[in-house]
């Protein structure tokens, strides 16, 4: 039987779950979520599940396509990828190089690689094609912190391991959605271990910001609320000591509501976006944490994407409305909020507007746009939609090198 076209991504995951013989409860429990999740994404009360969860749910129902639960071209499963960016095999070869026992040869200065890493992490902020930036530095500062962080004659081994951790934190940016999700997964986890080795809250804090982001994005929803929760109460001691202590307290906790919100637990979801604000909002006017973007301005941006996630369109544009785009000031930030404020007009129906702030975002962070999952789901979708609106689509796509 062909289905329609049209059939939402919901209707498509129910008769294929029917077809196999699955109840809900079975499919649920399979992919590790709750049948009335479930049932909200089959009836479109949630938004269609990311990438990661479609592919797990294509396994357990036998199906080898994509296009069947998403309506769009031929997709086979097996053969889905992001594209590469053209350094990202000099970046795994500097992760994959690290020493395996004490690095020998002469101990690298730390001060020089902190120069290094704060000048890594500022180019991440500023530069609207970050990853191209990032590669020409990555290398060597992965590869220097290695060293130092297992050389016997290190002077201060828990500064190196931080710094190592932060270095692997900044890679994960680097090489999220293109791909090669063993290498994500990699430096995720290393990190996490490095961090854990010197024994610094913020380390840790940050590296298991990094590696929740990593659970959540693969569909691991529950791994990414116990991490996020064990994090919390590790901070929840210490986070009255600095503004960077208490910014990473809020940051796992807008982690907590984004992915409440993406389960669709909405009450949870803003529950934690109240607690994260009440901490973030007392921030220094001006602080910004340069690996989360922990900010003031944290409140809005994560609460537009909590809207945006549970379908509350008019409260996401509300949230928009109370940030200028010029506020968020991490380059690669901007783009990304961009896209999830043009995310709650393409539910709207407002492709028009979509297409505007796509545009924008295209400007001011081409390579934010070109790996983000969501901006590239609205550009095809522009590309498919309403005929006036087919050029830009086109446009944007070939902006980002989408094939069109």
């Known amino acids: 039987?062909?289905?329609?076209?049209?059939?939402?991504?919901?209707?498509?995951?129910?008769?294929?779950?029917?077809?196999?013989?699955?109840?809900?409860?079975?499919?649920?429990?399979?992919?590790?979520?709750?049948?009335?999740?479930?049932?909200?994404?089959?009836?479109?009360?949630?938004?269609?599940?990311?990438?990661?969860?479609?592919?797990?749910?294509?396994?357990?129902?036998?199906?080898?396509?994509?296009?069947?639960?998403?309506?769009?071209?031929?997709m086979p499963r097996t053969l889905y990828s992001w594209i590469e960016h053209e350094s990202l095999a000099a970046v795994r070869r500097a992760v994959d190089g690290a020493p395996l026992g004490p690095a020998g040869g002469?101990?690298?200065?730390?001060?020089?690689?902190?120069?290094?890493?704060?000048?890594?992490?500022?180019?991440?902020?500023?530069?609207?094609?970050?990853?191209?930036?990032?590669?020409?530095?990555?290398p060597p500062l992965v590869s220097a912190a290695s060293v130092a962080a297992s050389h016997s004659e290190c002077g201060d081994r828990r500064r190196a391991e931080i710094m190592y951790a932060s270095a692997l934190n900044l890679t994960q940016m680097y090489a999220a959605f293109q791909g090669d999700g063993h290498l994500v997964w990699r430096v995720a986890e290393?990190?996490?271990?490095?961090?854990?080795?010197?024994?610094?809250?913020?380390?840790?804090?940050?590296?298991?910001?990094?590696?929740?982001?990593?659970?959540?994005?693969?569909?691991?929803?529950?791994?990414?609320?116990?991490?996020?929760?064990?994090?919390?109460?590790?901070?929840?001691?210490?986070?009255?000591?600095?503004?960077?202590?208490?910014?990473?307290w809020a940051d796992m906790a807008y982690h907590a509501a984004?992915?409440?919100?993406?389960?669709?637990?909405?009450?949870?979801?803003?529950?934690?976006?109240?607690?994260?604000?009440?901490?973030?909002?007392a921030l220094p006017v001006g602080y910004w944490r340069p690996s989360t973007s922990g900010s003031r301005q944290a409140a809005a941006m994560h609460s537009v994407t909590v809207a945006v996630e549970l379908r509350q369109v008019g409260t996401a544009l509300r949230w928009a409305r109370r940030?200028?785009?010029?506020?968020?000031?991490?380059?690669?930030?901007?783009?990304?909020?961009?896209?999830?404020?043009?995310?709650?007009?393409?539910?709207?129906?407002?492709?028009?507007?979509?297409?505007?702030?796509?545009?924008?975002?295209?400007?001011?962070?081409?390579?934010?746009?070109r790996w983000n999952e969501e901006a590239r789901s609205l550009i095809r979708d522009l590309m498919k939609g309403v005929t006036t609106h087919q050029p830009a689509g086109r446009r944007l796509a070939e902006a980002i090198g989408m094939a069109a």
């Open 106 to 138: 002469p101990a690298p200065r730390l001060e020089h690689i902190a120069v290094q890493l704060d000048s890594a992490w500022r180019t991440r902020m500023s530069r609207g094609d970050h990853r191209t930036a990032l590669a020409e530095l990555l």
């Open 190 to 248: 290393r990190a996490l271990a490095t961090a854990r080795a010197s024994g610094d809250p913020g380390a840790i804090s940050q590296a298991c910001w990094f590696l929740v982001e990593a659970f959540r994005k693969s569909g691991q929803w529950e791994s990414a609320q116990t991490l996020t929760e064990d994090t919390l109460r590790l901070l929840d001691p210490v986070r009255t000591e600095s503004a960077a202590l208490a910014c990473a």
């Open 323 to 369: 940030l200028p785009e010029a506020d968020v000031i991490a380059i690669p930030r901007r783009g990304r909020h961009l896209i999830e404020v043009a995310r709650a007009h393409s539910m709207k129906g407002e492709h028009g507007k979509t297409s505007e702030l796509l545009t924008t975002a295209v400007e001011v962070a081409p390579e934010t746009a």
């Open 258 to 281: 984004i992915t409440h919100a993406v389960a669709g637990e909405g009450g949870d979801a803003w529950r934690w976006i109240d607690r994260a604000s009440a901490v973030s909002n």
């Open 1 to 74: 039987m062909a289905l329609d076209p049209a059939l939402p991504v919901g209707r498509r995951i129910r008769y294929y779950r029917e077809r196999a013989g699955k109840s809900r409860e079975t499919l649920a429990a399979l992919l590790g979520r709750s049948a009335s999740w479930l049932k909200q994404i089959e009836n479109g009360t949630l938004l269609p599940p990311r990438l990661p969860m479609l592919m797990r749910i294509a396994e357990r129902l036998g199906i080898e396509d994509l296009s069947l639960l998403t309506g769009d071209v031929s």
